[in-house]
Nanobody, 127 residues
């Protein structure tokens, strides 16, 4: 079992920055493949970023590429999403997800790949 807790959300003006944190408990963090998703009211859940176990591979949605950075600190059991140059369209509930299983045929883009989810942290970007 894995428990994920997000923090760092809030209200920020367009062009500003926020740093989201996801803390994991219940399993060796280095065994977890981690990702961030977001969901705005009335919209589908959207992939944002992912990072592999060693932190050597990252991928981003086109909409955030160049502005967001995902990283992890395995010594602190934490994954970070640094968000810069925020836009109003970034407003959403941001969810941390973890995959602790073996090989999967599902893409990392697909929310169904991840068996563990946090409660989310709200990010609101004003224009």
């Amino acid at each position: 079992q894995v428990k994920l807790v997000e923090s760092g959300g809030g209200l920020v003006q367009a062009g500003g920055s926020l740093r989201l944190s996801c803390a994991a408990d219940g399993r060796a963090f280095s065994d977890l493949r981690m990702a961030w998703f977001r969901q705005a009211p009335g919209k589908e859940r959207e992939f944002v970023a992912r990072i592999n176990r060693r932190g050597t591979i990252t991928n981003y949605a086109d909409s955030v590429k160049g502005r967001f950075t995902i990283s992890r600190d395995n010594s602190k059991n934490t994954v970070i999403l640094q968000m810069n140059t925020l836009k109003p369209e970034d407003t959403a509930d941001y969810l941390c997800a973890a995959d602790g299983g073996p090989w999967s045929s599902l893409s990392y883009l697909t929310s169904e790949r991840y068996e563990y989810w946090g409660q989310g942290t709200q990010v609101t970007v004003s224009s």
